[in-house]
């Protein structure tokens, strides 16, 4: 995913909020998302902005999008030991997506 | 359980020989994407099909092939297999046609490949 870069590691203490960084190219993409991937398992959509948005809360998480810098960021609040996984930020419309190389998330305790 | 399935989970082979990963979308899914996920390059973007014809083409070598059945499965092809291949090989589907939908693919659980 070499249009969409993303810091490579984060450790966070349980119950601190994360924030996981994502840089984008494609200003054409539709939607900005962030899928998780825990160990063994293939990726799953953990959340989604559509690209005229520049915020979105989901529960503990906070997508903010700021367009014109093309960056993207997902805040997790009070970090549990089970958001321990790889996060990645992907743009995309249809039939196109790019993904980031993965930020993994280990929480400790 | 994404509703993805591929087969098999885990492949050992040797150099210069050839595979066939097999991926079964979720139900209803038209489109289907095969990506390679290795330490060194991160997600890669193989190949797209949608209904049975090619999308969009990434990353992919000419030693790698794929096509999507009328049943709509797919199937990876890799030939003269080198230690490099080695891999997840990640198919995911998604819904369409475009316009109606966030675009969100659903993932298998991938089949890592091991070239010795």
């Known amino acids: 995913g070499e249009d969409v870069e993303q810091s490579l590691f984060l450790s966070v203490r349980e119950g601190d909020s994360s924030v996981i960084n994502c840089t984008y190219t494609?200003?054409?993409?539709?939607?900005l998302y962030w899928y998780k991937q825990e160990p063994g398992a293939g990726l799953q959509l953990l959340t989604y902005?559509?690209?005229?948005?520049d915020m979105k809360q989901d529960q503990r998480l906070t997508v903010l999008l700021n367009k014109k810098d093309k960056h993207l960021s997902l805040r997790i609040a009070d970090t549990q030991t089970g958001d321990s996984a790889i996060y990645f930020c992907?743009?995309?419309?249809?039939?196109?997506?790019?993904f980031g190389a993965g930020t993994q998330v280990v929480v400790t305790p | 359980d994404s509703g993805v399935t591929q087969t098999p989970k885990h492949l050992i082979t040797a150099t210069g020989q050839r595979v066939t990963l097999r991926c079964s979308p979720r139900?209803?899914?038209?489109?289907v994407y095969w990506y390679q996920q290795s330490l060194d390059q991160g997600l890669q973007f193989l190949i797209q099909?949608?209904?049975?014809?090619?999308?969009a083409k990434g990353n992919i070598l000419e030693r790698f092939s794929a096509q999507q059945f009328p049943d709509l499965h797919s199937e990876l092809n890799l030939s003269s297999l080198e230690l490099g291949d080695s891999a997840l090989y990640f198919c995911?589907?998604?819904?369409?046609?475009?316009?109606?939908?966030?675009?969100?693919?659903?993932f298998g659980e991938g089949s890592r490949l091991t070239v010795l």
């Open positions: 139900s209803g899914d038209l489109s």
């Open positions: 995911a589907s998604s819904v369409d046609p475009p316009g109606r939908n966030t675009g969100e693919l659903f």
């Open positions: 099909y949608y209904n049975g014809e090619e999308r």
């Open positions: 902005i559509f690209s005229n948005m």
């Open positions: 494609d200003s054409s993409s539709t939607y």
């Open positions: 992907a743009e995309g419309s249809w039939g196109k997506f790019q």
